[in-house]
């Protein structure tokens, strides 16, 4: 019972509820120095890099080590079908379960005997790599599934019978992927506290202009081919410059507020807002001391800041102190800021900037707000997948769209007559009571186990070939053994 009262929650909060931080106005009336960015009254953001006291003399600030390359996160699941299963010998198939929704499995056995499965759901993309010697007897699909996902209900998976399937599987998992990006830049002057005041400057001061130089570099708009971040590049209705990165594959595109088109009368400056109010992830450049708090400009898509000041380094050139705010519900991204948040400017603060930035917005997608529209798209995308995988396969078969299994009996001229006799004649078989390596129970059930067809192998066109070698003890469903995903030779063969 003491267990059960420590675990019910405390009551949520009201903004009553909380003691409101300090406003700016109150912390500049103190002395300073003050800190890079101050959090809203009532919080909803968390800060990273607070400390910017340099212990002994700034001739070494802690800048990355020379050869150390900052590591780019991202959707690295996205990446696993081009990596492992496109141009190689594998099988597709798709179904629908009642609670996760539509289903598109690939599996792959490849030369060191290692099954790849890759299960999507509406909810995310599961992977799991299973030696085969861990099965005591070799899996149907159905069974393969549950090994990757244990909540997996269905009574069968349908082969893909498509010959250009990975295409559109590829385009799907690659559809979070993105080598573009889009970052607002905001030059901060002394004193500046408003959204109003940070863009209605005008002027760029030397110190800001060597930091946008660090950036990247400045391009003229007119007729650019490069990516435009939703500048106008042939009338020039969004400034005539602006600053450009090419980094690591990526390209990177700054909104620039000082170079965002100006409008005399107009205080809110909608047309500099347009661009930076829409982006996700943007940097603050300070000349000097003045905070900068997260709500001070009115976003529902600006969810993170990167926050740089000028620190004069004498003649140890040029520093910067760095400090970086989110949202709450947007999750830690690296690297990691050093203690002191201090850089030298050089490739390596460059290097680090422009990591961190791409990070931030692959982090600020897990917020809730971009979450569930991913969801949403995601879901949208796969069900989309699952019809047309759906349709093709039928089509190969010469079922119509009205037929609800490709392997209902329906009449199919030809070569793909073969392809439904050995779908049709693909028998029940005994659970192989298999034991799954690495401490996880067998995830089927007792009883025997779902009937399978064989699908069709996929590959690239420039690299489709055949491949004889099967799992051992493996038969095709043609020879009358019993099947499973994988045929062996003289059984049902791939398209080629």
């Not at 006799?421 to 690495?438: F, I, L, Y």
Request: proline share 8%; aromatic share 10%; with cysteine.
């Amino acid at each position: 019972m003491a267990q059960q009262r420590h675990a019910v929650p405390p009551p949520l909060k009201t903004e009553e509820d909380y003691i409101p931080y300090p406003s700016v106005h109150e912390v500049l009336g103190r002395e300073g120095p003050f800190p890079l960015i101050l959090l809203p009254q009532f919080g909803g953001y968390w800060i990273e890099g607070t400390n910017h006291q340099l212990s002994g003399t700034p001739d070494s600030p802690p800048t990355p080590a020379p050869g150390t390359r900052a590591k780019l996160e991202g959707n690295h699941t996205a990446k696993i079908y081009r990596k492992h299963f496109l141009g190689k010998e594998h099988f597709n198939y798709y179904s629908l379960d009642p609670a996760l929704g539509h289903l598109v499995f690939s599996l792959k056995y490849d030369e060191q005997e290692h099954l790849h499965l890759l299960l999507r759901t509406r909810a995310r993309t599961l992977h799991d790599v299973v030696p085969i010697s861990c099965l005591a007897e070799f899996p149907n699909v159905v069974q393969m599934a549950k090994l990757v996902c244990e909540d997996v209900n269905v009574d069968r998976f349908y082969p893909v019978l498509y010959p250009k399937a990975s295409r559109l599987i590829l385009a799907f998992d690659e559809h979070v992927l993105s080598n573009h990006f889009k970052f607002g830049v905001i030059y901060q002057k002394l004193g500046q506290t408003s959204e109003e005041e940070l863009f209605g400057t005008t002027e760029e001061s030397p110190a800001f202009a060597e930091f946008l130089d660090v950036l990247g570099q400045r391009v003229q708009l007119r007729d650019f081919k490069g990516f435009r971040g939703g500048l106008d590049v042939t009338h020039g209705q969004t400034g005539s410059e602006s600053v450009y990165c090419h980094f690591r594959d990526k390209e990177i595109m700054f909104h620039v507020s000082t170079k965002l088109p100006y409008t005399e009368g107009d205080a809110q400056q909608l047309q500099r807002k347009r661009h930076i109010g829409n982006d996700i992830v943007a940097i603050v450049f300070q000349d000097e001391n003045t905070p900068f708090v997260p709500d001070m400009i009115a976003s529902n898509f600006l969810h993170a800041f990167v926050v740089v000041q000028l620190e004069q380094g004498g003649t140890q050139g040029t520093l910067y102190k760095v400090s970086v705010t989110a949202r709450d519900d947007v999750p830690f991204f690296g690297p990691p800021l050093p203690d002191p948040a201090v850089f030298r400017k050089g490739p390596e603060f460059q290097e680090f900037l422009l990591t961190k930035l791409i990070n931030a917005e692959y982090a600020c997608y897990r917020a809730e707000k971009f979450a569930k529209l991913e969801e949403r798209t995601r879901a949208a995308l796969l069900e989309t997948l699952h019809e047309e995988l759906q349709a093709r396969s039928q089509a190969m078969l010469g079922l119509g769209p009205d037929d609800e299994r490709p392997d209902n009996g329906a009449a199919a001229p030809g070569f793909f007559e073969s392809f439904k006799v050995g779908a049709r004649g693909v028998t029940h078989s005994p659970d192989p009571r298999t034991q799954h390596c690495g401490g996880r129970a067998p995830p089927w059930r007792d009883g025997p186990a779902a009937p399978e067809g064989s699908g069709s192998t996929h590959s690239s066109p420039e690299s489709r070939r055949h491949h004889d070698r099967s799992p051992p003890g493996h038969g095709g469903p043609g020879d009358g053994r019993g099947g499973t995903a994988v045929g062996r030779r003289g059984g049902l063969r791939a398209l080629g």
